[in-house]
Every structure is written in C-alpha cells, then in structure tokens.
C-alpha cells in the first residue's frame, strides 16, 4: 500500500509540474504578444525565442517572433526612395533579415511536420500560412521585390483551408484581408491574375467584421490594428482615429499609437 501511495503522489507531482510548466509557457507567449502588440518589438521578439524550440506554442511563438523581426526590419528600413541602395546600405536590416529567415524556415518545418502528421490540423495550416505572408509582405511591402509567388500561393492555399474549416477563425480572416487588400492596393493591374485577384474594399470590410467578433484578447487586437492600419491607408482619418484611441487604452505603451492621436486627434492635443 505504502509503495502504492508513493507512485500516485510522484504521479501527481510530475501531472502538476507539467501543468505549472504549461502554464509559465502561456504567461511567456502572453507577455510576449503584450510588448508585439505595444510596438516593442525587439523586447518581444528576445521573449519569443525563449520559448521552448517544440512544444504546443512552439508554432504560436514562431510566427510572433517572425512577425516581431519584420516591424523591427521595417522600422529601420523606413520608406526610402531608391529600396535597392537602402537595402545595400542598411546593416541593422541585414543581420534582421538573416534572423527573420532563419525563423521562418523553422516555423514552416514545425508545420509542415505537424500537416503530414494530420492535414487537416487547423493551427499548422494557420501558422504555415501565416508565416508565408510575412515573407511576402517583407518582400514586397517593405523591399519593394515581387518576389514570393511560391510561398504565397501556399500561404493563401492554408489560410482558405482553414476557413473552410472554420469561418470564424478570427485570424485567419485577417489575414486573409489583407491578402485582398494588398494585392489590390499593391500589385499592377496586369499581375493581380496571377496572385488570385484582390478587392481592397472586400479586405476592409472583412476586418471590420473581424474586429467586432468576439475572439482572445490577442485576436481582436490584431483585427483592431489591422483596421486601423487600413483607415490610415485609406486616409480615413475619424475611423482612424476612433479606432486608435480603443488601441491606446488596451496599449498604453504604444508610442506609435500614442504618436498618432498626438498629431491627429483634437482631444489628445488639447489636453497636453
């Protein structure tokens, strides 16, 4: 009996040591999500790659990382008139850019391992496709390169399979709005064929959508500022600025946001 005692109590030592495990894991993605989503991008980026390289938010903390690396690529690239040189000339984007691929290689392999596994995972198809994007958007929307027809054809190929799946995959309709938009907004009239076709107003209205169903916090955020980030384009200042000032409550610590209602918004000026 006492042998027996013993192996149920170290069972339940081990059960609560995996789950104590588990959930500093998910407080690590969190904290890491908190700095992406307040424009610290660096900090967040540090805080992803210390997550365990496997595991059940291997995939999650991959793609954050991916995307945390592309805003810092982003940031110091700026929008310069001739991309080329910039590109020669920039060192900060180059040592970035070698991160950033080596992150996205080790994302798609973790989802492609887990697609042969169960095609039909919805994560691993989410991630895969969204991994792919921010290759593409790295190449064109901020390199200015047309380049990454493979990897968004395959990106676009994971994306409607999963809200296929599940329509109401919050993410994943972001970013497929943005697919729509881009391609739109970006891509020459005689090329849009080949990347599927684009409707900018389709995209705009799909993340409005996306922005009012209710989803994890880290979810709705992403829906929220890609809406902004489309009223800006779209230079459709009141929306953007309704939409900031819910971004700039739920992240204090933003300073792009917090840049924006300070040159854009009334109120914000008249109480500084």
């Given amino acids: 009996m006492v042998k027996g005692t013993r192996i149920v109590a170290v069972a339940l030592l ?25 424009a610290r991008y660096e900090a967040a980026a540090a805080l992803a790659e210390t997550l365990p390289p496997s595991g059940t938010e291997s995939l999650a903390a991959s793609e954050l990382r991916s995307s945390a ?12 008139a001739d991309k080329d040189l910039a590109l020669k000339t920039c060192t900060q984007c180059r040592e970035l850019t070698a991160a950033f691929l080596a992150e996205m290689a080790h994302g798609q392999s973790l989802a492609r391992a887990r697609l042969q596994a169960e095609p039909t995972d919805e994560a691993a198809l989410f991630f895969l496709g969204k991994l792919n994007l921010n290759y593409v958007w790295l190449q064109l ?39 729509d938009y881009i391609v739109d907004t970006k891509m020459p009239r005689g090329t849009k064929w080949m990347l599927g076709g684009g409707d900018k107003k389709r995209g705009l209205l799909a993340v409005q959508q996306a922005a009012a169903t209710s989803a994890d916090f880290f979810s709705q955020a992403e829906a929220a500022f890609a809406l902004w980030d489309m009223q800006v384009r779209e230079k459709n200042l009141t929306a953007a600025i309704s939409t900031a000032r819910e971004l700039a409550r739920d992240f204090p610590d933003n300073r792009e946001i917090a840049k924006f209602l300070e040159n854009n918004d009334p109120n914000a000026r008249a109480s500084r």
């Fill in 14 to 38: 081990l059960m609560g040591w995996f789950a104590g495990a588990a959930s500093a894991q998910s407080t690590t993605l969190r904290d890491a999500q908190r700095l992406f989503y307040s």
């Fill in 69 to 80: 690396l592309l805003f810092q690529i982003r940031r110091a690239f700026g929008d310069p």
């Fill in 141 to 179: 929307g901020t390199f200015g390169k047309k380049t990454g027809l493979s990897e968004y054809r395959e990106a676009r190929r994971s994306l409607e399979t999963v809200l296929k799946q599940n329509p109401e995959h919050v993410r994943a309709r972001v970013a497929r709005a943005w697919i």
